[in-house]
């Protein structure tokens, strides 16, 4: 046998609820746990390179190195270069190393460069100072001295 349909219940009225009040209670749980979360993981970690960032004057001193992750230029002129340099030049001093043997190499040449220009005797006449010229041009390059023309005119008187 069909059986008789439920009665319709009667609908209950709720009360109006606010808009602002009514979102406050549906997305309130949900708002106050992100909060929580994100300061719970502020606190907890510590803070990184990142958030601490450098103030450097101008003219001071880098107490490290300092490595760009990027080329880039610096563009000053010249004349800034130039005097920039000639500071920092006159700011280095000289560096010499002394080595014995450069020392004994260079005199053993010079004692060979002038046992070889002793050996070239020029005459009086003028074409053999021409040829005493050129054979001490000759020796003195065997010692790689270059000598010109009038230099080794000159030692051969």
């Known amino acids: 046998m069909p ?5 319709p219940q009667p609908v209950r009225e709720q009360a109006p609820v606010s808009s602002v009040r009514g979102a406050a ?3 309130g749980p949900g708002v106050l746990l992100a909060a929580i979360l994100a300061l719970a993981t502020v606190l907890l970690l510590p803070p990184g390179e990142g958030l601490r960032t450098p103030v450097f004057e101008v003219g001071a001193v880098a107490d490290a190195t300092v490595i760009a992750p990027f080329g880039f230029r ?9 005097r920039e340099r000639e500071r ?3 700011a280095v001093p000289p560096l010499f190393v002394f080595d014995s043997t450069a020392l004994d190499a260079v005199r053993t040449s010079i004692v060979g460069l002038a046992r070889a220009l002793d050996s070239v005797r020029p005459a009086d006449s003028e074409p053999s100072r021409d040829s005493a010229a050129a054979a001490i041009r000759e020796r003195a390059a065997a010692f790689q001295v270059a000598l010109n023309l009038a230099e080794a005119e000159w030692l051969s008187f």
């Open 74 to 82: 610096v563009p000053r002129p010249e004349a800034e270069v130039a």
């Open 88 to 90: 920092l030049r006159g």
């Open 25 to 27: 209670v549906r997305h």
């Open 3 to 7: 059986q008789a349909a439920d009665p």
